[in-house]
């Protein structure tokens, strides 16, 4: 009686891999493309920011984000670092760091210790009304096939040291 139990035991223990193989790498998300371009006044490109899709309040799923390219195009990455996001609600905010005078942070993409943009002397370029979590400027409904999303933000400077 022994012997059957452990070839029981074993039996289940395939069934439980076979099932967990079978649900594939996405851990059970159905994510979909979101691509798209983000200009400044509408020119400009919107180059090297951050686009994050943060969830409606509520809403259970968790977003994602991507840094745009020179043209300001961006494709997003779900926050588990795969490619596409869960369809839904967002909002949509943006950020870029800059160092006061508006030239780029140094490259750091040979230091092994990264520093943050703050303490590169970065500072936030992006208006506050574009930058938060909540903003309802940028609310944006992904549908079950993704899709192209474009944004444009008026103007990016620097804030003012009072």
């Known amino acids: 009686m022994k012997i059957m139990r452990i070839d029981i035991r074993l039996i289940w223990v395939g069934i439980l891999l076979t099932v967990a193989g079978c649900s594939g790498d996405t851990g059970g998300l159905k994510l979909v493309t979101v691509k798209g371009n983000v200009t400044v006044g509408d020119v400009e490109p919107f180059a090297k920011g951050l686009v994050i899709f943060t969830p409606k309040q509520g809403e259970k799923y968790l977003g994602g984000s991507a840094v745009t390219d020179e043209k ?62 909540g903003s309802t400027k940028n609310n944006t409904v992904v549908p079950a096939a993704g899709g192209r999303f474009d944004f444009d933000i008026p103007e990016l400077k620097a804030p003012s040291s009072k």
């Open 72 to 133: 300001g195009n961006y494709v997003m990455r779900h926050a588990t670092q795969r490619a596409g996001i869960e369809p839904g609600q967002y909002d949509v905010s943006f950020s870029l760091f800059r160092l006061p005078d508006g030239s780029s942070l140094p490259d750091q993409s040979n230091v092994r210790e990264k520093k943050s943009p703050q303490e590169l002397g970065g500072v936030q370029f992006v208006p506050p009304e574009y930058l938060t979590f």
